[in-house]
Nanobody, 124 residues
Framework: QVQLVESGGGLVQAGGSLRLSCLASGRTFSSYAMGWFRQAPGKEREFVAGISRLGGSNIYANSVKGRFTISRDNAKNTVTLQINTLKPEDTAVYYC?????????????????WGQGTQVTVSS
């Protein structure tokens, strides 16, 4: 079992930055590949970024490449999403997720554990 708690969301102007964090419970954090997803009002949850369980590889949605950076610290049981050059279309609830596999994945169905989400609102 893994419990995930996100933090760092907020209201920011377009062009600004945010740093989202996800703290995982348990002593087996390094067994899980991690991902960030987001869900805007009236839309389906979509993949944003993923990172392998040891942090050696990561993948991004095309819409965020070059602006978002995912990283992890297995010693601190945390995964972070650095978001730069925010756009109004980035407004969404951002979710941290974990799946019991080695590779970064963009497949929502692969993920076993989810946090409650943190709201990111970008004003124009």
């Amino acid at each position: 079992q893994v419990q995930l708690v996100e933090s760092g969301g907020g209201l920011v102007q377009a062009g600004g930055s945010l740093r989202l964090s996800c703290l995982a419970s348990g002593r087996t954090f390094s067994s899980y590949a991690m991902g960030w997803f987001r869900q805007a009002p009236g839309k389906e949850r979509e993949f944003v970024a993923g990172i392998s369980r040891l942090g050696g590889s990561n993948i991004y949605a095309n819409s965020v490449k070059g602006r978002f950076t995912i990283s992890r610290d297995n010693a601190k049981n945390t995964v972070t999403l650095q978001i730069n050059t925010l756009k109004p279309e980035d407004t969404a609830v951002y979710y941290c997720a974990a799946w019991n596999g080695p590779f970064a994945s963009d497949n929502l169905a692969s993920y076993d554990y989810w946090g409650q989400g943190t709201q990111v609102t970008v004003s124009s």
